[in-house]
């Protein structure tokens, strides 16, 4: 039975390099697919990955009807397996249910990849959408981390290396950005909460010396200073 699976994280999780890891497996299977994306960042009909592999693709624009493209696909004595969707998020909301039609009309497979949240942590609507309907939403093993350590949950934006809260909902950028530029940094919950980015807590980077966020603040609000001690990350 083909299936609209969800595959999500935050950004710089693996999604990308996942999607040309199925379309590999896949192809190496000797299924067809089509290959979709809307925005990467390495222009216009890419999909890339950070890990440097990249592959054609179809741009998707806001016309572009999916059912109505794999039925031309089909029509003209193409085949079609399987679709991958890279940076799903992007999508509109018909869009989705056009995908959905392409699963349960057509017999088609739709593999998707997104984030869900945008900066401000608000649902993008072509992910809500995916959530509202997919048979499966996968949410990626390979954890993308916060400064402290922790298990990233959150996409913020930055400008240089200040966390910024208003804004368009889409800007294409990354979490390595130059100073200068809209960039992203992918951040645990509390340190969402708290506005707290690499370059303003003063991290820098991932150190092993970083405390768990409470001991930072019991610190703190005590003004004594005591020896840190490299702590397991939360
Ligand atoms: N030099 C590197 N060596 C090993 N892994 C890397 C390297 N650069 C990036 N990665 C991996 O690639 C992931 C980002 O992959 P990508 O598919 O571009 O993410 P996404 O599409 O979710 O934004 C990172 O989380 C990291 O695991
Ligand atoms: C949080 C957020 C992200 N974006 C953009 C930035 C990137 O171009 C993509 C995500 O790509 P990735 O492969 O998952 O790293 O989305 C945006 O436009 N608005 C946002 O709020």
């Not at 089909?74 to 392409?102: K, N, P, W």
């Not at 390979?142 to 368009?168: F, K, P, Q, S, Y």
Request: glycine share 8%; aromatic share 6%.
């Amino acid at each position: 039975m083909a299936e609209l699976v969800f595959f999500s994280g935050t950004m710089d999780c693996g999604k990308s390099t996942l999607a040309l890891q199925m379309d590999h497996n896949h192809s190496a299977r000797g299924r067809q697919g089509l290959i979709f994306t809307r925005n990467d960042r390495a222009g216009t009909g890419t999909l890339s990955s950070r890990l440097g592999l990249a592959t054609q693709a179809v741009e998707v624009r806001d016309g572009l009807d999916f059912h109505a493209h794999v039925v031309a696909e089909l029509s003209a004595g193409g085949r079609c397996d399987y679709l991958i969707c890279d940076e799903a998020q992007f999508f509109t909301v018909e869009q989705v249910d056009q995908l959905a039609r392409v699963v349960d009309d057509l017999g088609v497979d739709v593999f998707t990849f997104g984030i869900t949240t945008d900066f401000r942590t608000r649902l993008f609507p072509g992910s809500q959408r995916l959530v509202e309907l997919a048979d499966r939403v996968e949410v990626l093993q390979v954890e993308a981390l916060c400064w402290c350590g922790a298990r990233a949950t959150h996409n913020a934006r930055t400008i240089d290396g200040v966390m910024v809260v208003e804004g368009a909902q889409v800007v294409v950028g990354d979490v390595a950005a130059r100073n200068d530029t809209v960039g992203y940094e992918v951040l645990c919950r509390r340190h969402y909460q708290r506005r707290m980015t690499a370059a303003t807590s003063g991290s820098g980077t991932l150190s092993p010396d970083v405390l768990p966020f409470e001991s930072q603040q019991r610190q703190s609000q005590d003004q004594q200073p005591q020896e840190q001690q490299p702590q397991q990350a939360r």
